[in-house]
């Protein structure tokens, strides 16, 4: 066993605060004229841009051959038109194979675009007493989902299989937004902290092998994690994962983040197609600097992306106003 066996979840963390941000953002604009215009439009500017931009790059690079005869290009489970439709994690799911590895990342983007679909309607045309209860509901059959799943890759890429995350953020949001639950949690904050602490402890016997989680059942556990530490980093400014948060770099981090996770893959790939000519995982300590200037390199790509591209289209959809 391993201490990061269970690091893949981190994607979950993602899942959550999408939620929570965009959940947030439609619970407080609920009753504007401009609902589903703004929400809609606002995300185009913000996704599509840029992705449209990688799978440019991602054409370019299949047209030159670099990768062919790997894992790294195009078959025919998952031709190059699924990835224009947003459904590229449905058939990934439905194939069980991952698909064009340059593209790989991209499979989270197919569950956010279905989950914006499912957001605006539930949110829009729900009590909050009903919307809390489909909440709850979707949470808890999450993992029933995922235990069902056809393939292994489904149990990952299917948005349904997601709901714990997806929904879990919204809860939050709704908690969030409460000042009888806010005051509630403050008021009981240091139970929390030792709440946290202990549900670290656990994952770290099962990580080290010395209890089983099953792997339908992992997502749903570190969501709840990943929810109890975004609670305290909102509510208590005094806690280390405030502090950690708050840190410039971060926070930099941060702002950066979709480009570093759609195009990691790309300059990881070219750096070891390209330079030691083979595929890129870590056999030597060689291969272990290669990819840690991989990641200091797509850092600045990122940061040059979000200051060219990513903030001038946001810009153009902030325009739409609620």
Not at 35 to 63: D, E, G, S, W
Not at 169 to 175: E, H, P, S, T, W
Not at 187 to 197: A, D, Y
Request: proline share 2%.
């Amino acid at each position: 066993k391993s201490l990061t066996q269970f690091f893949y979840t981190s994607i979950d963390m993602f899942f959550l605060l999408s939620g929570f941000l965009l959940g947030g953002i439609l619970l407080k604009n609920k009753h504007s004229p401009n609902f589903f215009k703004t929400f809609y439009m606002r995300r185009v500017y913000r996704i599509v841009p840029l992705y449209f931009l990688l799978l440019f790059v991602v054409a370019m690079i299949c047209f030159v051959g670099i990768g062919k005869g790997t894992d790294w290009w195009f078959h025919k489970e998952l031709p190059f038109w699924i990835y224009f439709t947003f459904l590229q994690n449905i058939f990934i799911g439905i194939t069980n194979s991952l698909g064009n590895a340059w593209l790989s990342p991209s499979w989270s983007l197919g569950v956010e675009e279905q989950f914006y679909l499912i957001i605006s309607f539930l949110i829009y045309f729900s009590s909050k007493r009903a919307l809390i209860f489909l909440l709850t509901a979707g949470i808890i059959a999450a993992p029933i989902f995922r235990y069902h799943a056809p393939t292994v890759f489904a149990l990952s890429t299917f948005t349904y299989c997601r709901f714990d995350a997806l929904f879990g953020g919204i809860l939050l949001a709704i908690v969030y937004q409460d000042a009888v639950w806010v005051s509630l949690i403050k008021k009981h904050i240091g139970k929390l902290q030792l709440f946290i602490l202990g549900l670290f402890a656990i994952s770290f016997l099962f990580s080290v092998g010395k209890w089983h989680m099953a792997l339908y059942l992992a997502n749903s556990w570190f969501t709840i994690i990943y929810a109890a530490v975004i609670l305290l980093v909102l509510i208590d400014s005094q806690n280390v994962f405030h502090r950690i948060a708050s840190q410039h770099f971060f926070v930099k981090l941060g702002l950066y983040s979709f480009s570093i996770y759609l195009f990691h893959e790309i300059i990881l790939g070219l750096f070891f197609f390209l330079i030691p000519g083979k595929l890129p995982q870590i056999h030597s300590i060689g291969d272990a600097l290669m990819v840690a200037l991989c990641a200091i390199l797509t850092y600045y790509v990122a940061r040059f992306l979000y200051l060219h591209l990513e903030k001038r289209f946001m810009a153009m959809g902030h325009k739409y106003n609620y």
